[in-house]
């Protein structure tokens, strides 16, 4: 087992004996993918949260929150395009009866090329030591220049595949790789095909399409749908935001890595409307201000990195990820998306209701665009249980090396600030003394 794998499984182990996180349904053998929060638990999801909104909606005077319904009219998702863009490309091994994401096959091909390059880099490093310009190396040395090569081949021809939505291309692309099942190597697959990610369930007096439901995928869109109720109640003038923190719920093709991918998790959005032709001036600020407040919880700068987009969603014109760098790499941690006027024009055209502003100033209606900030709660989670569990060694009683597992949160986000702890168990005296103190 590889380091990475040793350190990530004490993880999750030290999650369930501490009380931070459990399997769902555990006594049935769980649910794949959905996880439940144990007493230590709630309380650090609690305060990341609240560390979220505080920053996020109580120190801005121009943005608000809102808790919107988990169902929404289905129409809502049709003018989304949820309903028909939001898919992920399904591949089966007939061998091992396995289902992926082809997509993330490739990204795994792409992640191995991405080693061997570190690996150079890391042995020439030792090399040449302080003389060591690493810059010139990957311009120069034949094998890293090869692998890069390669590298952004693949990438691009993924980019393509997936933004022409062209299935038989991500299939070919598979194929030419030779890339084999993760769990046997297998190369005989099926087709690659779209899989809609929404759960669905069904009103209970509609019988048919009529009263299909779905569980919302991300909570963006309670925030767009509500747009003009809080801008009247509120009176806020563009620029402005809306914020929210809530459930969504994704069908996950493979959903791995913990609480990293799940079935049912939590979302902290904030959908920021500005006139048009600002948005991507907004987007710099947004992404500029995250990363800041990442920073600012104690995450190490060389933990955190901008990842643009190759592949922008259907309803975005600029869009980068925040990626962090979990035990099994660099992985997305939030999202900021340029997401245009699309939403609101969408609903506009479909629900046949206004969503417009009137600006004062250019004395005008007009659509705004919006900047749109979102990260996962349960994936902050991790971030935070990943970066802060560490093996410290200090000197025991008898002044003998040991080692211990510590988490060192953030203050912020501790589940447990400060503990008052008589030092005798049975003085009356002491117990009652140390309990009052800690509740006054
Ligand atoms: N409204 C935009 C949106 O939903 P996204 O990139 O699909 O964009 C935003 O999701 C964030 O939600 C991600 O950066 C991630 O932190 C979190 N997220 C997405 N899918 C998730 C899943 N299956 N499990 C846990 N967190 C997830």
Known sequence: MSQQADLFKKLTAHCKEYGFIYQSS??????????DYGPNGVELKNNIKEYWWRSMVQMHENITGIDAAIFMHPKTWKASGHVDAFNDP?????????????DQLVEGYLDKIEDKINKEVEKAQKRF????????????????VKYTTEYEEVSKRLATAMSANDMAGLKNLIDELEIGDPEGGSRNWTEVRQFNLMFNTQLGNIAGEE????????????????????????????????????????????????????????????????KPGTEIEWYNRWKETRMKWHLAIGTPAEKLRFKDHD??????????????????????????????????????????????????????????YVVETSIGCD???????????????????????????VLKLHPALAPVKCAVLPLLKNKEELTSKAGKLSIS
Do not use: C, W
């Open 211 to 274: 009263g299909k439901l779905y569980l919302r995928p991300e909570t963006a869109q309670g925030i767009f749908v509500n747009f003009l109720n809080v801008q009247k109640t509120t009176r806020q003038k563009v620029p402005f935001g809306i914020a929210q923190i809530g459930k969504a719920f994704r069908n996950e093709i493979v959903a791995r890595q913990f609480i990293f991918r799940m079935r049912e998790f939590e979302q902290m959005e904030m959908q920021f409307f500005v």
């Open 90 to 102: 399904l591949i089966d091994n007939k061998d091992s009866k396995k289902r992926y994401r082809a």
């Open 26 to 35: 555990e006594i049935y053998d769980g649910l794949s993918a959905v996880y």
């Open 311 to 368: 592949n922008l969603a259907h309803y975005a014109n600029a869009a980068v990820d925040i990626q962090f760098e979990f035990p099994f790499g660099f992985k997305e941690l939030e999202g900021i998306h340029s997401r245009t006027d699309f939403d609101l024009s969408s609903h506009q055209e479909l629900s046949g209701k206004k969503l417009q502003y009137f600006d004062p100033e250019l004395n005008e209606n007009y659509v705004p």
């Open 379 to 405: 994936r902050m989670f991790l971030a935070m249980i990943s970066n802060n569990l560490i093996e410290e060694t200090v000197p025991d009683a008898q002044g003998e090396d040991s080692s211990r597992t």
């Open 129 to 144: 030591g302080d003389s060591f310009d690493e810059a010139m190396f990957r311009q120069t040395n034949e094998r890293v």
